[in-house]
């Protein structure tokens, strides 16, 4: 069964920096653009980041120049980079594809809080 699981969240003072990391069980993990979304309290479900077969990056207004997502074909894991984080980006985070969006995983709650 297709299966992501991301991991990597916790608590950071403002500022701070966390690296999330989310691994997809398919044989053909290269063939995706993949993303990372995020829901924080009573927001919807926000596409952040996503990085594209060709290795080219798009991001959201809200994190451009401080988040930075990459992908390792060879492992079936695409990151999130996140540095000078803000009270804003708590949530819970969570990885999919770009289109064709398979079931969520658990997700990864991230708290930027001092």
């Known amino acids: 069964q297709v299966q992501l699981v991301e991991s990597g969240g916790g608590l950071v003072q403002p500022g701070g920096s966390l690296r999330l990391s989310c691994t997809y069980s398919t044989n053909i993990f290269s063939t995706f653009a993949m993303g990372w979304y995020r829901q924080g309290p009573g927001n919807q479900r926000e596409l952040v980041a996503r990085?594209?077969?060709?290795?080219?990056?798009i991001y959201s207004d809200s994190v451009k120049g401080r988040f930075t997502i990459s992908r390792d074909n060879a492992k079936s894991t695409v990151y999130l980079q996140m540095n000078s984080l803000k009270a804003e980006d708590t949530a819970v985070y969570y990885c999919?594809?770009?289109?064709?969006?398979?079931?969520w995983g658990q997700g990864t709650q991230v708290t930027v809080s001092s």
């Open positions: 990085i594209l077969v060709d290795g080219s990056t």
């Open positions: 999919n594809k770009v289109s064709f969006l398979v079931p």
